[in-house]
């Protein structure tokens, strides 16, 4: 069985899989006509296994996803195939809850815009900055009440906020069931998108859902980019009809609209939710169990559903 990388991967990872399998990087390692010993693909999130690339890898069997979102991995080509898809759930929900809690609090209390506030040396010449609104207590309203947000939901219980969801279908918890993303945004000081990316969310934060956040209203993203009209949010942002936006996922990775820039209403991180030691490592730990249990019997360890 011949393994390969498609698209870059964390260092450690790309060790072991180079230590255990011999694993060497699609396509710019491989001659033309190589592509026919390829059983197992390596992949994240950002770079994925496509339907065209499945076609030049008529032997592929397995996928293994180093990530929980596969929206670059095109599932029911795959499944046509015969592939298996794995990802890596779990093992990051707390990272990327941690993240979203962080967004929303620097957002609502204005903290990366104070710190250049005072490294500008505003405040002696200014004064006190703006007062910020307040996190403790506040509505916050979750779109996409899985595993990911539900760590945020529980998180958030601990600064008292209220909390409401909106999901494809409601789930048997205490939180508020609202039936749609617009409905949803109209009773909260804050929105978190915490779906998965793929067609089925692409634009559900719509214009419509930011109008009705309005502009006491704030935007966390910790899902894909994809899920949010990006123009519409930039154009709420630059005139002031939405009081803010944390984002740590952009449509155009890594390019952020420059309008945003400027725009101090606004938090940018670079789509580092999962981005610390320890998870990246039991991500990769995970992965690197999936491959060894496909090599081994066939199975996965964390097949996605619908693969
Ligand atoms: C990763 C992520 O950084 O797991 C995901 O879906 O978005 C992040 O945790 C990314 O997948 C790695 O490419």
Redesign the pocket.
């Known amino acids: 069985m011949t393994v390969v990388q498609v698209g870059p991967l964390m260092p450690f990872l790309v060790a072991a899989l180079e230590a255990d399998h011999g694993a060497r990087r699609l396509p710019d390692e491989f001659a033309d006509g190589a592509f026919d010993d390829v059983t197992v693909a390596v992949t994240?999130?950002?770079?994925g296994v496509d339907a065209a690339l499945m076609a030049r890898l008529p032997k592929l069997r397995a996928v293994i996803?180093?990530?929980?979102?596969?929206d670059t991995t095109d599932v029911a080509e795959a499944t046509r195939r015969g592939i298996v898809v794995s990802?890596?759930p779990d093992v990051?929900d707390d990272?990327?809850a941690d993240t979203a809690v962080g967004l929303t609090i620097d957002v609502m209390r204005g903290l990366s815009a104070a710190d250049r506030y005072v490294r500008r040396g505003d405040w002696p010449a200014h004064g006190n900055p703006p007062l910020a609104r307040k996190v403790s207590g506040a509505r916050v309203g979750i779109l996409g009440l899985g595993r990911i947000g539900q760590a945020i939901a529980q998180r958030l219980t601990a600064f008292g906020c209220d909390i409401s969801y909106h999901n494809r279908n409601p789930k048997d918890v205490s939180y508020r069931y609202v039936a749609s993303p617009v409905a949803l945004a109209e009773v909260v000081d804050v929105l978190i998108v915490a779906v998965s990316?793929g067609a089925h969310t692409r634009g559900l934060v719509s214009a419509d859902v930011l109008d009705a956040l309005g502009p006491r209203g704030f935007l966390v993203n910790v899902s894909?980019g994809s899920v949010v009209d990006e123009d519409a949010l930039v154009a709420a942002l630059v005139e002031g009809r939405l009081a803010g936006a944390g984002l740590d996922?952009f449509a155009d990775e890594p390019h952020v609209p420059p309008a945003l820039f400027d725009c101090d209403r606004v938090v940018l991180t670079p789509?580092?939710?999962?981005?610390t030691e320890e998870?990246?490592r039991a991500?990769a730990d995970l992965t690197l169990a999936n491959v060894a249990r496909f090599l081994t019997d066939g199975t996965l360890v964390t097949p996605v559903s619908g693969s």
């Open positions: 994240s999130g950002r770079t996803n180093f990530g929980v979102g596969y990802n890596t990051l990272c990327v990316g894909r996922t789509h580092l939710g999962s981005g998870t990246r991500m």
